[in-house]
């Protein structure tokens, strides 16, 4: 719930998006890939120049063995541990998990977040300038795919001289790039750890993503997606989009749990169309609060990647192909309760990998959390991660 | 997925509502109530006049006691076993159910669908004239509960000499009516089959609701509940609150039977924004075809009206003493993959049931249909009703 932050008028959205990046780029470490180093898109297109904007946690040790790489979720962001420079938000989203002492241990490893292609923390995203142009890209800018965002990863990589990570991890889509790692740069990925994912997305969950693209684009102020150079922001759309996906990031549990049929500061029911219930109080303020922090057009764009995703169609349909003969240690994780990536999606995983005679575990965690649980606070994975990596920081030789 | 409509354009709206009701009125039989007889509505206001639009199949027998009623859901009409004025669609929403010697059978029995107070095929709602104005109500009209909706389907079988009803039945919102009128007139319901429902609408149900209102107030057209008298009509807003809405109207499994990931009219993804899943596709369609033949505050009353539901509150919050020594014959019906009223929500009813002593059956039917197998081909259900219906004609001597 956090605080309470308002929507900028439509006609400042420009500059204010404008101050935003500059802001970013101010906190966030960037790198500049330019016109000798373009990026291949799976669509065919080439993309130069661009820039990866990040953050590190920890220190890279000398045989350079200790790296790990979080890859976040369709809204998530580099600030995996620090604080997020729009919200204010202290100790970034998985503060929980990432830290000294804490199960991916900043006093051990050398921690990489990279905001991923297409998003709007600075990274480039349809909301930077098209050199082409010198007008934002809007829908100009290529469609990209999962796959893209992890090459664009894996410059970035290159460039702070990594040859292999220690652990790729990551939940939801965060997991999806996982998995692309591991099968597109198996020798490069000792360990890595997908949570609450799946190997393709599924007809229910791209529906939920269409209908949140087509509120955007529903939205006046869109404009076709050059919203920015109209001086707009279709933040009705987007706020639209995010109540409708944030009720899928919870479970009907928690919903019941926390919220039930209880009223909004008030003794009865209105007999109007007031958020009566705390059910309507907090989805609207999820709406409001994203569309301070979000870019429409890359919430289009990276939607759509996921949507995309189909790891086992690139290796003739066959999942288990996408990890023959690898040699990375894989943990699973998936949640009771979770109904977007629910368990027999990642299970799938576990399938392929087992037929690929891979090095696998598997945990469903019970809690009533759903798809968010990766997110919060849940002991049990905390306390699987912690294990599964350390056992593996000894495989590596980092415990000695 | 049947035929494609377009949207009318907006300056026409008005004209096109105005000529819907006027066609609808000339199709279906209209009982109107006038200043001597308003319907008191549970939010305090009284609401006069009024007109309820119905329409009935078979025969009412000499002793009166063979009338069913059939109560419909949020998008339903009065149209079960007939011809959809606006649509076409020729045989009705229950066409399977409805009907000579089917489990609803018309031969034997006498049955009435009323269209629901608040609704917009020619039942009194938002879309008609205020007489206090002589403009549409908008928002102005009152909000109402599945309460006031009974009540006013009370009057029409007052009206139509009817003391008490052989059979009451209707899924989801239909259900919610169908325990509703076991509940307030319990002398007048000899056998209620609430189909898919649940006594109280969840916290998930409500957020659902409410993302579909917010997209439709986002709706410039909205223009405040008063697009009517503004010549517009909130078409894209409605949209996508159906399309949000009908994803919850399926399952899982369903979506991935029928649609999985494959692709609409093309070998391969197009890297853009158009509908390349046949998901997409049929979701749009679906968005499309909606908003032809549905008004928009309509849709924001009714929903509200489901989110207000709540039996039990209006006895002491004990379920059982909304049944308190009922002498109607009960038959409860759920479906295994229906996550919007899961059979946990049903077998809630069927304990207060059985607390209440009352005589009930339950029936959880396996199918991979979601919520929506109410409206569809499910031959367990047919078979069960028609036993249930049977039985109960049997005892009320409909069968000698």
Redesign the interface.
Known sequence: MSQHHEIPADASAEASAASEVARVNAISRVEYFGPDTPLAL??G?SLSPFQIAYETYGSLNASKSNAVLICHALTGDQYAASRHPLTGKPGGWWAEMVGPGLPIDTDRFFVICQNVLGSCMGTTGPKDIDPATDKPYG?SF??ITIGDMVRAQAMLIDRLGIEDLFCVIGGSMGGMQTLQWAAAYPDRVFSAIPIATAA?????N???H??G???I????DWHGGAYLAEGANPS??L??AR??AH?TY?S?AA??R????NLQNREK?T???D???Q??SY??HQ?MTFVDRFDANSY?YIT?AM??F?LAADYNGVLANAFKNTRTRFCIVSFTTD?LF?TSENRQIVHALNAAAANVSFVEIETDKGHDAFLLDEPEMFSTLRGFIDAAATRRGLNA
Chains 1, 2 share one sequence.
């Open positions: 799976d669509s297109v829908l290529p469609v393709r997305h599924s007809a229910q791209i529906a939920f269409e209908v693209r087509q509120a684009m529903a939205d006046p009705k759309g706020a639209v109540m409708a009720i919870l009907e919903l019941h926390k919220f039930g049929r029911v007999y109007g169309f958020a009566d219930f059910i309507e989805l609207r709406g289009l759509r949507d995309y189909d109904w629910p």
